[in-house]
């Protein structure tokens, strides 16, 4: 589990690996995250858009950019927190995610950045 803080709004990120929805035979590794973003600020935040970069040991690069998390656009007052959960893809069984939220504030619409920590996914090998 990783945690950052940006201008005052925290988020933690823990991943594990979903075996019962992959298949390393076939190339298909599951990993479900779970975030959960808390406002330690003295305004209201609205996220408003998402934007990750999937590492993948096998594939190039992604990229996955759009509104919201899960179908929403969370507003937290002080003090406030969201938890969503969700999940990612990978052809190898070695990765990370790295990612950003556009946030905004309310009422004023300053729009700002927040660092979602790195997330290591990793398919759990065994060793004789």
Known sequence: MGTTTTNSIEV???CRYEEAHSDPLAG??????RITITNHGAATVQLLRRHWTIHDS????R???GPGVVGE?????PG???SYTSACDLRSGLG?????YLMVTRPDGTHFQ???PTMHLRFPFSAN
Not at 28 to 33: E, G, I, N, T
């Open 12 to 14: 933690s990120a823990a």
């Open 28 to 33: 298909r590794f599951l990993f479900s995250y």
């Open 58 to 61: 096998l594939t190039a690069v």
């Open 63 to 65: 990229e996955v950019e």
């Open 73 to 77: 656009t969370p507003v937290l007052g």
């Open 80 to 82: 406030q927190s969201y």
């Open 96 to 100: 990370r995610m790295d990612g950003t």
């Open 114 to 116: 927040v660092v979602v």
